[in-house]
């Protein structure tokens, strides 16, 4: 699974929207949904603050392991 359907899949766990999300990691709406989109990726410092926030790992959110 890509960084794009991650994000998605733990945003509607959550039950947050878009904009909400955006929000609380620190970036406007747009930017955010470009992550989501696949148009940006996000800086290691978003990277951080989205993996902080779902409680999960950076090495999860990048692919890399399925271990939350």
């Known amino acids: 699974m890509e960084l794009k359907e991650r994000l998605r899949v733990l945003r509607k766990e959550k039950k947050e929207t878009q904009k909400q999300l955006a929000a609380i990691i620190g970036v406007g709406y747009r930017h955010y ?13 978003d990277l951080c603050a989205l993996a902080d926030h779902f409680g999960v790992t950076l090495d999860y959110l990048a692919g890399r392991t399925d271990e939350r």
């Open 33 to 45: 949904q470009r992550f989501e989109s696949g148009e940006n990726d996000p800086t290691f410092k």
